[in-house]
T-cell receptor
């Protein structure tokens, strides 16, 4: 079983719609969770970090964390064509060290 | 702004060659990481370092070694390059704790012929 799982997509949404990206993880003791955006041919860049249960909003982006169910999600409101990218979920494991596990990513296409 | 730079964007090497990939960060970060990224497999951790001269194996350390002689510089070494090491290599750094965000360099696309 993969430690961090994401639907590979592609996920296609029309411009202006809400895009919902989901991620599940297996280490119940994980403490920190991140969403990165990666454009084709570029390196990942951080969108959101979340550490406690509930929602965290930043502009058009909302991260949601549910530790009991071991999932974290990212909502993108008013999706734009420029949001088209691969979104990586990352989880820092509770190993006592610094181990981050990345999901394989979900490809998002926003149609104009 | 955090800046992480990598020595090359594209590199072509032959099987058996020794390859050095260098990464430099300018924000006094404690932690540095080397990943490789392959289609469908996501980012996989090769090695990381949480202090000068300290290193820890990641998930796929075989065929690689690392060096961290100075805080700002973390080098990945392929002792004898093989074709299955053709990949995108990404360096990252983070401040210190386990909660800190990782900042990525632009990546090096290595092709081993």
């Amino acid at each position: 079983q993969k430690e961090v799982e994401q639907n590979s997509g592609p996920l296609s949404v029309p411009e202006g719609a809400i895009a919902s990206l989901n991620c599940t993880y297996s280490d119940r003791g994980s403490q920190s969770f991140f969403w990165y955006r990666q454009y084709s041919g570029k390196s990942p860049e951080l969108i959101m970090s979340i550490y406690s249960n509930g929602d965290k909003e930043d502009g058009r982006f909302t991260a949601q964390l549910n530790k009991a169910s071991q999932y974290v999600s990212l909502l993108i409101r008013d999706s734009q064509p420029s949001d088209s990218a691969t979104y990586l979920c990352a989880v820092n494991l509770n190993t006592g060290g610094f181990k981050t596990i990345f999901g394989a990513g979900t490809r998002l296409f926003v149609k104009a | 702004d955090v800046k992480v730079t990598q020595s090359s964007r594209y590199l072509v090497k032959r099987t058996g060659e020794k390859v050095f990939l260098e990464c430099v960060q300018d924000m006094d970060h404690e932690n540095m990481f080397w990943y490789r990224q392959d289609p469908g497999l996501g980012l996989r951790l090769i090695y990381f370092s949480y202090d000068v001269k300290m290193k820890e194996k990641g998930d796929i350390p075989e065929g690689y070694s690392v060096s961290r002689e100075k805080k700002e510089r973390f080098s990945l070494i392929l002792e004898s390059a093989s074709t299955n090491q053709t990949s995108m290599y990404l360096c990252a750094s983070s401040l210190s704790g386990n909660l800190d965000t990782q900042y990525f360099g632009p990546g090096t696309r290595l092709t081993v012929l």
